[in-house]
């Protein structure tokens, strides 16, 4: 777990979890077991983020989300309409 990211009281990062750096990450919510947050990605309040899956940098998961085993997550693309 990087020592920039930000963790929130009652949160539960397990085992060969990766938290990288400027994350953020909010109260009740649980990171498991091989999950991997990459730099400046924001969990909402009480989310799990299961087993194996990505948050991709600059992502934000919004509260009371979960993410599957395997999931990715990544930034919304802006589709330009011309």
């Known amino acids: 777990m990087s020592k920039s990211a930000k963790i929130q009281e009652d949160v539960i990062v397990e085992p060969k979890a990766i938290v990288n750096t400027h994350s ?3 109260a ?3 990171i498991s ?3 991997i947050i990459d730099h400046d990605v924001c969990i909402g ?3 799990h983020i299961n ?3 990505i ?3 600059g992502s934000c998961i919004e509260s009371y989300q979960k993410l599957d085993a395997g999931e990715v997550a ?5 589709v330009a309409h011309g």
């Open 24 to 26: 953020s990450i909010d």
């Open 74 to 78: 990544k930034i919304k693309e802006e």
């Open 45 to 47: 309040t009480c989310c």
């Open 51 to 53: 087993a194996g899956a």
């Open 55 to 57: 948050i991709m940098a």
């Open 33 to 35: 077991v091989g999950a």
């Open 28 to 30: 009740g919510s649980i």
